[in-house]
């Protein structure tokens, strides 16, 4: 499992999201090895994860620059790790028992590379955003930017058995090792966002399979927006990779500022203050 710890704070009540997200990977079976990634946090925090990798064998923390962008510490954090599969598993998000040992089951029989991934609780039980559903192209950047509703993602039957989707988060996302390294990791060009989606794209690209598996679940703690800046940068990086079409490629031209419109004046209607 690798989490990368970011500017980590303690939540409203005073608790360390972090901590009960590290307690609840290391109850899980099937992690044989947790991955801590440090990434520019307060040196307080930092202490408190050396001394949580003192006292486990199966702990490892890894300190990366601040200037890294979060795909990058992501990126240096499966360098590190040993295991046949890795685990992606954000900071705020607490695993339910069993979840893991869903997720790598549902892979079995995936076409390489396969990516699962999980369902995202909030803390009242209600469903996040955690899966896209339908074909993604340069111009699902306008969805994403709006908020417009997706295609349903409609279940199987059998309880074991996972949906094949567009793209699942990378806040809870299993993936092998070998099918990580052929898709080079995550961009790490991606500043904050939307560099799981890329990933998902470029392994349906090599004809992959990408997964979700609702009976994984994981409870998120925090689900932080990112700045409007970074929304942007990751929504148009995406759109110039995907771009294949005369017109998508013509649209990846504009992308930077006919998203960045998009988004402020969605601020706008909500009633938040321009940047």
Not at 50 to 70: G, I, M
Not at 133 to 150: D, E, K, R, T
Not at 237 to 250: H, L
């Amino acid at each position: 499992a690798i989490v990368v710890a970011h500017k980590v704070r303690a939540d409203a009540s005073g608790r360390a999201p972090l901590e009960l997200c590290l307690r609840s990977a290391l109850a899980e079976d099937w992690i044989d090895e947790l991955v801590i990634v440090d990434h520019d946090n307060a040196e307080e925090i930092s202490s408190t994860l050396r001394a949580f990798e003192a006292d486990r064998r199966d702990v490892r923390v890894v300190k990366t620059h601040p200037d890294l962008s979060l795909a990058a510490a992501a990126n240096v954090g499966a360098s590190e790790a040993r295991g046949r599969w890795l685990l992606f598993l954000n900071a705020d998000v607490v695993l339910q028992r069993g979840a893991v040992a869903k997720l790598a089951a549902a892979g079995g029989e995936a076409h390489q590379p396969w990516i699962v991934g999980g369902r995202l609780l909030d803390l009242e039980g209600r469903d996040r955003r955690a899966v896209r559903g339908g074909s993604l192209n340069a111009f699902s950047a306008i969805a994403l930017a709006v908020g417009w509703p997706q295609p349903a993602v409609r279940a199987k039957r059998r309880d074991d058995a996972a949906t094949r989707v567009s793209a699942v988060s990378g806040a809870l996302m299993l993936m092998p090792r070998g099918d990580f390294d052929l898709l080079e990791g995550f961009d790490e060009q991606f500043d904050t966002d939307f560099a799981d989606l890329d990933l998902c794209r470029r392994a349906a690209r090599a004809g992959g399979s990408v997964l979700f598996q609702p009976d994984a679940s994981g409870v998120q703690f925090e689900f932080a927006q990112s700045r409007r800046s970074r929304k942007v940068q990751g929504l148009a990086r995406f759109v110039a990779k995907s771009a294949e079409t005369p017109i998508e490629r013509a649209f990846a031209r504009v992308a930077k500022p006919a998203l960045a419109t998009l988004l402020a004046l969605k601020d706008l209607v909500a009633g938040r203050p321009p940047a």
